[in-house]
T-cell receptor, first 116, second 113 residues
């Protein structure tokens, strides 16, 4: 059982370039999330999805886009990379509230992005 | 807005001693509270949670946390620390819909021999 898989693990971008961070999960979770982690700042929610075809903004969505065409996949798109987007990005998934795993997020290993 | 605060950037403790990592919360309504741990270059892992019921919750690796409604706190504890417990610990609160979590800024736990 692979859990949540993110690719790539590392990437260096030039200002203005675009890229997509891939995320896939094999636990049949309805909910998926993208967080970014910056030193001393904890994790901030970028976008989330409650199911295929449904996405919504989190706390820091500017500069990012997402799509959710399948239950398994939740890619994060950076259209015009900026130095402020240098961060570690984490994808996570969870089962809906109400069951025994309420609120428990399963995280990928992270994608470290540097924008120069 | 709902939030959690972790007042200590770092906690240092000797192996074998008890440890406490502090967390306070601010929410409207009943809180769902969580602790996660992050080892170097890894994603976060779930440790334990409080949803309802007993104020003392037990989790993975011998960790426990006490929910205190009057003090709006959810401190993480372990009776006897191990060097392998050294990691970054995050407190989080469920912000209602879609199991979204709001995280604290994290506390680095350093356990030394």
């Amino acid at each position: 059982n692979a859990g949540v898989t993110q690719t790539p693990k590392f990437r260096i971008l030039k200002i203005g370039q675009s890229m997509t961070l891939q995320c896939t999960q094999d636990m049949n979770h309805n909910y998926m999330y993208w967080y970014r982690q910056d030193p001393g700042m904890g994790l901030k929610l970028i976008y989330y999805s409650v199911g295929a075809g449904i996405t919504d903004k989190g706390e820091v969505p500017n500069g990012y886009n997402v799509s959710r065409s399948t239950t398994e996949d939740f890619p994060l798109r950076l259209e015009l990379a900026a130095p402020s987007q240098t961060s570690v990005y984490f994808c996570a998934s969870s089962a809906p509230n109400g069951g025994p795993l309420t609120g428990e997020l399963f995280f990928g290993e992270g994608s470290r992005l540097t924008v120069l | 807005a709902q939030s959690v605060a972790q007042p200590e950037d770092q906690v240092n403790v000797a192996e074998g001693n008890p440890l406490t990592v502090k967390c306070t919360y601010s929410v409207s309504g009943n809180p769902y509270l969580f602790w996660y741990v992050q080892y170097p270059n890894r994603g976060l892992q779930f440790l334990l949670k409080y949803i309802t019921g007993d104020n003392l919750v037990k989790g993975s690796y011998g960790f426990e946390a006490e929910f205190n409604k009057s003090q709006t706190s959810f401190h993480l504890k372990k009776p006897s620390a191990l060097v392998s417990d050294s990691a970054l610990y995050f407190c989080a609160v469920n912000t209602g819909t879609a199991s979204k979590l709001t995280f604290g800024t994290g506390t680095r736990l350093q356990v030394t021999l």
